[in-house]
């Protein structure tokens, strides 16, 4: 008969960091060099965690488990991965690295020696990462109201959603870490931003939209809430999003179809859940590829200031 570990349950903080476009970096890099990158990002997240106070539970693939003592170190060690990792020289133009964070606090089964740690709290963490996108840190409401007061002001509401396992919603609340439109937040920030001069210019069925500096994010989608609507029953409701990250257009799917992307001359990239800095010009169809409906698609060009 086995021996039974020995168990403690405290309060904590468990976070974890899932690396996203990996898909299409080994796609891109081959595997050596893909898996050399994601290394590289692991590394990176693994020092950040120990940098505020953080403690490595594990690494399962291209996500890092880590628990931390309190809320203020947990959400300061999310801002600043996703601002190392932001931060990082992408191995190749068309796809770089990104991370999608989910965070909770509230009491945890530890095993003897802290080796692994269990329970409701790393259930919600691990649920609110696979809701976040690229480039988000989630947490709850619950969590968020520890911080000092001035840190809350840099958070923001989202949406009650349910989560499995648990019987009532939980109100998600995203962390803000980037200069932007809706708040000035840069805790664990550690270099200065890159003026940006560039724009992005969208065009579709006779209408443009422009992504710069004045205009740092633009929703696409059917919905009637998006900053650029498509009307195509195969493009969902918010279907991505264009922001503005220092010099670079960043393109983020967040669709149930996917994006195809098409840089000139070169051949078509299917995006499901990933990222994509745009270049130069090109076209984007939202849930179809070109070949079925070039019709459908939207072109863009990238012109510098």
Not at 123 to 151: C, F, H, K, M, W
Request: aromatic share 4%; with cysteine.
């Amino acid at each position: 008969m086995d021996k039974q570990v020995p168990q403690t349950t405290r309060d904590k903080v468990v976070l974890f960091a899932d690396v996203s476009g990996s898909t299409r970096l080994y796609e891109v890099l081959g595997d050596a060099r893909a898996f050399a990158a994601i290394n590289q990002c692991i590394s990176l997240l693994r020092r950040v965690t120990e940098t505020f106070q953080g403690r490595v539970v594990k690494t399962i693939g291209d996500e890092i488990m880590t628990v931390f003592p309190t809320v203020l170190s947990g959400v300061q060690a999310a801002c600043a991965m996703q601002t190392e990792v932001e931060a990082m020289v992408p191995l190749d133009a068309a796809v770089r690295l990104g991370i999608r964070i989910g965070m909770y606090h509230g009491p945890v089964l530890m095993q003897a020696g802290d080796a692994d740690v269990f329970g409701d709290t790393v259930n919600v963490a691990a649920r609110l990462t696979e809701l976040a996108n690229a480039g988000q840190i989630l947490s709850a409401d619950s969590t968020v109201q520890a911080l000092p007061p001035l840190l809350r002001t840099s958070t923001r509401s989202l949406d009650l959603l349910p989560i499995k396992g648990k019987a009532a919603d939980i109100k998600v609340v995203e962390v803000l870490w980037q200069e932007g439109d809706d708040a000035t937040v840069m805790v664990g920030r550690t270099h200065s931003p890159t003026v940006v001069s560039g724009t992005l210019r969208l065009q579709h069925g006779g209408r443009e939209a422009v992504v710069d500096a004045a205009h740092g994010k633009l929703v696409l989608g059917r919905d009637v809430q998006a900053d650029f609507i498509v009307e195509d029953k195969r493009a969902s409701r918010l279907h991505a999003t264009i922001e503005l990250r220092r010099d670079k257009f960043v393109y983020i799917d967040q669709s149930s179809n996917g994006s195809y992307i098409t840089f000139a001359g070169e051949s078509e990239l299917q995006l499901r859940r990933e990222e994509i800095v745009l270049r130069g010009s090109g076209s984007i169809c939202l849930g179809h590829s070109i070949s079925k409906d070039a019709a459908g698609a939207i072109s863009f060009g990238c012109e510098s200031g």
